[in-house]
Structure formats: structure tokens, C-alpha cells
């Protein structure tokens, strides 16, 4: 046997030896990875949905009206349970304050929060405004400056002194339902100890009620735009109807068919065009996890209004929204917590955080 055979030999033995190394690293860090997904899963549970849902649209918080103190007693609770998970603050706190401006109210002119505009309206003799704050969250991913953004807002629109009766506009299902969903998920996260490859951010928006203020200024004020890959929204997750009109505008349709409306455990998934590879992983986490939950697979169209994905989506970030429908007590004093599935929150959480999970580690 020569000696070039033998060296070949050698050599060919170190290279399929390396190989199985790190194949056997490979199949460790899926395993491990897998470990840490289930616990995360395991940590969303009926309870702490309950928990966190009943707090925010209990009569104490009067509504969460945009820059009233309900309002602002939702935001400091939701500050407090990321820091009690170890989420850290995004920005140097975990509170984005801002201002949004309007002229005086007999002009009927939605509050902005872009510069032009609030320079314009403080020009006026008289203007309205109102202080505002986003709660920002994140998990620092091994890609850092590569984001999935998932958020929901907090505020919802008060209390009416002039109703005869009950005056609270609680906000059970709009938003308290999706707020308590992204706290969990955040806390399955944190739960799971695995880094992801891409940073997740846990956004929780002020002054969606009012024109989507929370998350326009937060996509308005944003460093690098190209670096979010990804926007989930959740909105109104905790009981069944339908998908109004949103593009070109908000309208309600004028017949609700089987097709737009979410019975039972149904829910609404509408996805950007690139993410609509992610409805057959749905469907087979779904299954796989026994959710009893059945989602409905509705394409979104970029620019379209109604929720916090506007400017996401006018931005041409690639939008998934998780939604259960509008239903007669939309906006109504009886949205009340005894009126929401708990069980559909729970799984439609845990199905969120199972589509997260992907997202943030998609390679």
C-alpha cells in the first residue's frame, strides 16, 4: 500500500469523523431546541390568560382610554409583568412616551403623531393633545439587529357618563384578550431559556382606539425598518365573528357568509403573501399539539386598515394577524371577560407562540 494511499486514507477518515461530530452537535442542539420549545408551550395556560385578561378589563381600569389613568395603569402593569419575566426594555425603559396633537375639536381632525403635523397644530391658537406610551419589550435573538415584532394594543375607549346603566367600555375581547395572549407567549419565551436566531420584540400599543398612534409612531421613529422581517398582530382573539372590509378601507361587509365568519373554535389567520407558507405549519402544530382550535386562511393585502398593522404593513413588512372577529358587542359596555372563550385564548396563544417560535428561527 503506497504511501499517498494511506495518507488519503487518514484523511478521508478525519474529514467522516469531523462530519459525524458535528452532525451528533447538530441533532443535540435540535433536541435541545425541541426541549426548549415544549416547555414554552407548557408554560401558557388557561390560568395565567385568566389571570392577566381579567385584570385589564376589570371596571377598576375604567375602559384603558387612551391618556386617561386606566390607560396608563394598564401600561404600568404590563411594565411590570415583562420585568417580572426578565424581558428586557427595548429602548432605555421599557416606556416609549409620545404626544399626539389635534386641532380643536369642532375641526373633527384625528390626532397625529408625525412631526409635520404637530408642528402645524401647535402653530394654532388652540389644540388638543394627549400623552401617550407604548410598552416595548424584547429577547435579544443571536442575530440582534434582525427583529420579529409581535404586538397588541392595551387601550380601548373608556367610559361613557351619559349611559344609562353600565358606563364602562371594558375591552374583554378588544384588546385585553390578545394583550394577556402576548404577555404569555412572551413569558413561554422566557420560559424556554433557547436564544433565538432572530431578536423578538413584544410590543403593546397606546392609542390604537384613537388612529393607530402607538404604532405609528414606533414604526415612524424606528432605526432600521429593513431589519424587521416580520409583524404578528393580535386583536380581539377571545370569541367568534367576522372579517370586516380592510382594504382599501375599514367597512363592515354587507352580507356575513360562512366564508368571512369564525364559528365556534374557528379563528381568522390572514397572512401576508411571502408567510403564506406558514398556514400548513399552522395546521400541523395544530394537530400535533392537540389545540382544539380550526383557523380560517385569509390572505392580507398590504395596506390595509383596521389595526396596528397599517404602518407595519404600509412599510411592506410582511404582516400575520391573528383575529377572531367582530361581533355585536364590539365596542359595547357587555365586551365583558364572562362573554370571552377562555379556552379558544389559551390555544389560539399557544398557537401563536408555535408560529413565533418559527419565525424567530427560521434560517
Known sequence: MSKLYLLMLVGL???????????????????????????????????GVEARLSFLASDALEGREAGKLGGLVASEYIQSELKGLGVKPFYRTYFQDFEAISPVREKAVDFQVNSDSISKYKAEKSYRRLALRNVIGYIEGQKKDEYIVIGAHFDHVGVDELLVGDQIYNGA???ASSVAAVLQVAEAFASSADKPLYSIIFAFWDGEEVNYLGSDYFVANFASLSNIKTYINLDMIGREGFVPTIYPDFALPET????????????????????????????????????????????????????????FSLHNIPVIWFFTGLHPDYHTPIDEVERIDLDKVTDITRATYLILWSLANDK
Do not use: M, W
Request: hydrophobic share 30%.
Open 13 to 47: 477518515c478525519a474529514v467522516s469523523s469531523a462530519v459525524y461530530a458535528q452532525g451528533g452537535k447538530n441533532a443535540q442542539a435540535d433536541k435541545n431546541a425541541q426541549v426548549g420549545k415544549n416547555k414554552g408551550l407548557e408554560s401558557i395556560t388557561k390560568q
Open 256 to 311: 356575513i357568509d360562512a366564508e368571512n365568519n369564525a364559528l365556534g373554535k374557528e379563528f381568522h389567520f390572514l397572512s401576508s403573501n411571502e408567510l403564506t407558507k406558514y398556514n400548513e405549519l399552522l395546521s400541523k402544530e395544530i394537530e400535533k399539539n392537540k389545540l382544539n382550535i380550526r383557523p380560517k386562511f385569509t390572505l392580507f393585502q398590504h395596506k390595509s386598515t383596521g389595526s396596528d398593522y397599517l404602518h
Open 173 to 175: 375581547d378588544d384588546n
